[in-house]
């Protein structure tokens, strides 16, 4: 498998965290997001995926994946052990939609291409872009205080192993401590990520420990 990420993306983050938990190292192929006007923006990667995004990845077969969410669906089937989703269809229900919280309506809002429109358009200097982030990221992730609250206390975000919603969690909290979140209210996300820094799938793949990684 080819895997093509950026060390400070989350989304390339929940997939390099997904390969640690299943065991898995694909080769990767680094696409800076800045560099050279956005490597992403190149035509030989548009070719790889079209929305000029990351990650993406190619299998074994030749296929080409994009978004994160169906890649790490993907994964799950291919790769079952240890599964991210619970065998219940109402447990992944809930797994799938603190997962949907964060990939489908936190994070799209602190994307890059979105930050450099509110430089570009609205004039926004590096201090109105992270107050635009950190509201909605603070906000989607009350919400996850709150859904995760649900469930009752666990090692993790939906029980006594990592899953799903934890792969997606902690990069997501990755970028509100990179934009200033005031985390002090969510006491049960705070705990979830310190049990998950405990696992060497999840310390390797810190974008701190990344080939590509940057101060």
Same mark, same amino acid.
């Given at each position: 498998?080819? #895997?093509?990420? #950026?060390?400070?993306?989350?989304?390339?983050?929940?997939? $390099?965290?997904?390969?640690?938990?299943?065991?898995l190292a694909p080769d990767f192929i680094p696409v800076h997001l800045t560099r050279d006007g956005g490597q992403q923006k190149a035509a030989a990667y548009r070719d790889v995926n079209p929305?000029?995004?990351v990650p993406a990845l190619i299998t074994d077969d030749g296929d080409v994946l994009t978004q994160s969410p169906a890649i790490l669906e993907w994964l799950d089937e291919t790769h079952p052990e240890p *599964?991210?989703? *619970?065998?219940?269809p109402i447990d992944r229900a809930h797994v799938r939609a603190l997962a949907q919280v964060i990939c489908c309506d936190i994070h799209p809002l602190q994307n890059l291409r979105v930050l450099? #429109?509110? @430089?570009?358009?609205?004039?926004?200097?590096?201090?109105? =872009?992270?107050?635009?982030? @950190?509201i909605w990221l603070g906000e989607g992730l009350s919400a996850c205080e709150a859904l995760v609250a649900r469930g009752g206390t666990h090692r993790f975000c939906f029980g006594d192993t990592p899953g799903l919603a934890d792969v997606c969690l902690v990069p997501q909290l990755f970028s509100a401590d @990179?934009?200033? =979140?005031?985390?002090?209210?969510?006491?049960?996300? @705070?705990?979830? $990520?310190?049990e998950c820094e405990t696992l060497p799938a999840f310390a390797a793949a810190h974008p701190s420990r990344q080939p590509d990684t940057e101060a």
């Amino acid at each position: 498998m080819k #895997y093509y990420g #950026y060390f400070r993306s989350s989304a390339a983050y929940r997939l $390099r965290i997904a390969f640690g938990l299943k065991g898995l190292a694909p080769d990767f192929i680094p696409v800076h997001l800045t560099r050279d006007g956005g490597q992403q923006k190149a035509a030989a990667y548009r070719d790889v995926n079209p929305q000029a995004l990351v990650p993406a990845l190619i299998t074994d077969d030749g296929d080409v994946l994009t978004q994160s969410p169906a890649i790490l669906e993907w994964l799950d089937e291919t790769h079952p052990e240890p *599964p991210l989703l *619970p065998a219940d269809p109402i447990d992944r229900a809930h797994v799938r939609a603190l997962a949907q919280v964060i990939c489908c309506d936190i994070h799209p809002l602190q994307n890059l291409r979105v930050l450099q #429109y509110l @430089r570009k358009e609205y004039a926004q200097d590096q201090a109105g =872009v992270e107050a635009w982030c @950190r509201i909605w990221l603070g906000e989607g992730l009350s919400a996850c205080e709150a859904l995760v609250a649900r469930g009752g206390t666990h090692r993790f975000c939906f029980g006594d192993t990592p899953g799903l919603a934890d792969v997606c969690l902690v990069p997501q909290l990755f970028s509100a401590d @990179r934009f200033g =979140v005031d985390l002090s209210a969510m006491p049960r996300l @705070r705990a979830i $990520r310190a049990e998950c820094e405990t696992l060497p799938a999840f310390a390797a793949a810190h974008p701190s420990r990344q080939p590509d990684t940057e101060a």
